[in-house]
């Protein structure tokens, strides 16, 4: 396995691909760009936002909601059924891939945030969920009812849960993505994965190639976006001074 496989893996055409699923990587990435950037700013104290109103609160959902639902599109658009054993050996060097990036945002952001560093973002979620997946390949209904059932019951509260972690874990972190309920959003995303790649619409290869470069190179964007953003807002902010 190649860890650094995603920053020099050769493009695949767009007209190859899902341009919906490309589309919904692509806006999440644009978007947590637009976010990193302006919390950086808030930090350096170029700007304040609300961390309760749209753009501290709201805009984060949406963007690791576009993440997941991408993800468990795409992950369950590979035809072809096989044993759980051999499911398990194809989804080894994906999730030691996620897990091992995911154990150097933890390192990193605990240097950088020790009272709040963190422990579970979008990528420890996402190496869970390569885990999780296996048992609904090839059952996209069974995951789409799954998915329907735990947002229903997280946004009416019928069973009151909690993820294991915020019980355990008292410490708020900076990013903290727990498998309930994201877990709902990458199984729906699972479940729809059957209806939604039959749909490709038509769209002009200079807006269809942008956006498909973005997408397929999104693990890259977002391991190195952070330190980009904030190291050039640290210069400005030293020169300036």
């Known amino acids: 396995m190649n860890l650094f496989k995603d920053f020099y893996a050769p493009l695949i055409p767009s007209e190859k691909r899902l ?4 589309f919904f990587r692509f806006s999440a ?5 637009i976010f990193h950037t302006g919390y950086d700013l808030a930090m350096f104290g170029y700007w304040q936002f609300n961390m309760q109103g749209f753009f501290g609160f709201t805009l984060p959902r949406i963007i690791v909601t576009l993440f997941l639902l991408s993800s468990g599109l795409s992950l369950n658009l590979k035809p072809g059924k096989l044993s759980l054993k051999a499911e398990f050996i194809n989804a080894w060097p994906r999730f030691l891939k996620l897990f091992i990036f995911a154990l150097i945002i933890s390192g990193v952001s605990r240097f950088m945030f020790p009272k709040n560093w963190i422990y579970f973002g979008t990528l420890h979620c996402l190496a869970a969920l390569t885990i999780i997946a296996i048992f609904f390949r090839d059952r996209p209904k069974i995951a789409l009812i799954c998915g329907l059932l735990i947002q229903l019951n997280f946004f ?3 069973i009151p849960l909690k993820d294991p972690l915020e019980i355990l874990v008292s410490m708020k972190s900076v990013d903290f993505i727990p498998l309930y309920p994201w877990a709902g959003v990458f199984l ?4 729809l994965s059957p209806y939604i790649k039959h749909f490709n619409p038509k769209v002009p290869s200079f807006i269809a190639g942008p956006v498909s470069v973005i997408s397929q190179k999104s693990l890259p964007i977002y391991l190195l976006h952070q330190p980009i953003i904030y190291s050039s807002i640290l210069l400005f902010n030293t020169l300036t001074r």
């Open 156 to 158: 009416t509260d019928l």
């Open 188 to 191: 729906l995303g699972m479940g």
């Open 29 to 33: 990435i644009v978007l947590m760009v």
């Open 19 to 22: 341009f919906l699923i490309d």
